[in-house]
């Protein structure tokens, strides 16, 4: 496990995906669980597998392919990144966050992020789309920030503003989409744990108490990373369960997977409208 990359590493692995390119990428895409079909939608697509690029982590979750694909989609080039790495696989914080800044060498501006989030705030159903609008970096405050150790200034400061770290146009763009094709989305804030296990019911009234609507285990520390970079930020959350603040019903991989699908169509309708207009 590595904390940190060079910058003559993270150039390495930029080579490498780059040897593969025809054109300069212009916006990229994380997507999370259950969503990695959103990848078929790119057109003459290059499919390039993780485990072809030097130092990029290995995607061993279920409903993660670890595949980077890059090509057109709706008229824009784009690398669509299927499938993520997570901090519970045992992934260091520099290797979860690698693909961003490979991404930003690369040429991506625009950084797409997708997850399946349980519900907190009780008022969500899953199936719904969240437009995230903030975070708590709980992995972070607990002092496993992306940004520790030597800062790498040909990315960004040493201590990056992170008071708007989900781009407020893009966000605006989504409302506007969302309200033209009449697709009811939420809006709230999105916390990042560690995982694996899922939150107990405590967990969740606290969580609820400081203000989350949603949780996840992922996401946070790649938005970090993008702000550090300058790169612009979309957040999409994905609602996969209820909110379980009585522990009367249990949580599962499989109902996370089975959102997706339920999901899927209206996120492809959220990019296909949006992508042109980036």
């Keep these: 496990m590595r904390e940190t990359f060079t910058m003559a590493e993270i150039d390495e692995a930029t080579a490498a995906v780059r040897a593969r390119l025809e054109r300069i990428p212009q916006v990229g895409m994380i997507l999370g669980s259950g ?7 790119v057109e003459n697509p290059v499919r390039i597998p993780y485990t072809d690029i030097p130092f990029w982590p290995a ?12 090509g057109q989609l709706y008229g824009k080039e784009v690398i669509v990144l299927q499938g993520r790495v997570h901090f519970y696989e045992g992934a260091s914080m520099a290797e979860i966050t ?22 907190i705030n009780p008022d969500y159903e899953p199936g ?8 708590i970096a709980m992995i972070g405050m607990a002092g496993m920030n992306p940004l520790r150790g030597p800062n790498l200034d040909e990315f960004g400061p040493r201590f990056p503003d992170m008071s708007q770290v989900y781009d407020r146009r893009l966000a605006q763009s989504v409302r506007d989409c969302a309200a033209a094709e009449q697709l009811k989305i939420r809006e709230g804030v999105y916390c990042g744990l560690s995982g694996p296990s899922f939150e107990t019911p405590a967990d969740l009234r606290f969580l609820h108490t400081i203000g989350a609507d949603a949780v996840g285990m992922s ?6 990373v993008a702000r550090h970079a300058g790169m612009r930020v ?3 959350s994905g609602i996969s369960n209820k909110a379980n603040l009585s522990g009367n019903t249990e949580t599962t991989h499989e109902e996370v997977l089975k959102a997706g699908q339920v999901l899927v169509p209206k996120m492809r309708m959220l990019i296909e409208k949006l992508l042109p207009g980036f």
């Design 98 to 119: 690698l693909p961003v800044r490979v991404m930003k060498r690369l040429g991506v501006n625009i950084l797409v992020l997708t997850n399946a989030a349980g519900a």
């Design 35 to 41: 969503l990695g079909e959103l990848a078929d939608l």
């Design 234 to 236: 979309l957040g999409l």
């Design 128 to 135: 719904d789309v969240m437009l995230i609008t903030d975070h």
């Design 219 to 224: 996401t946070v520390p790649e938005a970090i």
């Design 59 to 70: 995607a061993t979750v279920q409903g993660h392919a670890g595949m980077l694909v890059a």
